[in-house]
Structures are given as C-alpha cells and as structure tokens.
C-alpha cells in the first residue's frame, strides 16, 4: 500500500521575512508606494497631513485581525451583513399554498385506511402491548398478516 504525505497548516500562511507573510509584505509594498507618491506629489504639510492617515490603515490591513481573520475579510463581511436583511420572513404565495393543499390532500388520501379504522380501548392496550415489546408481540391471532408491524 503505498504512502501519501498529507500536508498539515494548510491554513497557515507562508512567511518570508521574520513574522511577516507574503500578504501583509504585499501589502506594506503598495502602502508604501501609495506614500511616496503622496511624498513626491504635495509639500510637506499637506504630506503629514494624508500621510500618516495612508500608512495607519496600509498598517491595520497588513496586521489587524479580528477573531482570527484578516481586517479586509472583516470588512468584507460586514459589508455583505449591511447589504444583506437581517431577518428573512416567507410569506405564503397563493400559488404554493394550493399546491400545498394538493399535497395535503394526497397524503389524507393515502393515510385514510389506517385512520378510519375504529379504536377500542382492547386494541389500543394490544398496540401499547406490541410497541413495549419492540415488535416481538404480534397480537392475539395476528401472525405474519398483522395490519400494525413495528419497525425498528
């Protein structure tokens, strides 16, 4: 029979320097780019100014997690939570609901023999009999034929 290896961590990233992984270095990348740009692009005022705001939110998407998962699914998630209704309520069309009744009145018909059947209070004791036995009791001149089988 021949061996298979089967990787373990698969839900670890790979890191390439120190504790950083591939996608927080990627992304400390572009942050970086997006600050010299802002740096070669407007005087120094108006650069700390938008600077430091770019390089904290490049540093929480690289970094922040929030219960175990990366700040940009978060924010992922909780855009598709405000785009989705938070309470889904089924209203019965009218259209389902007689095809409803048509399967309600299949199964009524289907079921019908076994209801209409009268109940004493001798043949009732006999089905408590056969169910507290799990099915070893047949009843009283029932044999094989029996109407009620228990089946487990």
Known sequence: MRQFTVPQFIDVEDKIIGPITVRQFVILI?????IFLEYKLSDITFFLFIGIPTALLFVIFAFVKINGVPFHYFLLNVGQTFKKPALRVWQRTSASFHRQEKADTSVQAAIAPYV???????H??????LIDTGGVYQGEGRGQDANFKLEI
């Open 30 to 34: 572009v942050g970086g780019l997006f």
């Open 116 to 122: 209409a059947r009268s109940m004493d209070k001798s």
């Open 124 to 129: 009732l004791s006999e089905l408590a009999l």
